[in-house]
Each structure stands twice: as structure tokens, then as C-alpha cells.
């Protein structure tokens, strides 16, 4: 999607990212990597 700067996000977006991002700072969630979100994920949708 980066490479196609012609597609708009949905108006819900950024506010989600900014409410994650404040959670985050905040000490109320952590970052995670890649491999670590794909599984949960695959467990959540068995």
C-alpha cells in the first residue's frame, strides 16, 4: 500500500492509530513483532 499513494485510509483510521499510539505511551499496551501478532491472530481465528 505504501507504494500506492493514491489510496485513501478510511476516516476511522487515524484516530484509532493516535488512541493505539496514546495507549502505548502510556504504559497500556506494548508493541510486538510481526511473527508474534501473525500467531496470535491464526489462535484467534481457529
Do not use: F, N, Y
Request: aromatic letters at 4%; charged letters at 30%.
Amino acid at each position: 500500500l505504501c507504494q500506492h499513494s493514491s489510496l485513501d485510509s478510511p476516516e476511522w483510521h487515524e484516530s484509532v492509530l493516535a488512541s493505539r499510539e496514546q495507549e502505548r505511551i502510556a504504559g497500556k499496551q506494548q508493541a510486538m513483532d510481526w511473527d508474534t501478532a501473525k500467531e496470535q491472530i491464526c489462535q484467534k481465528i481457529k
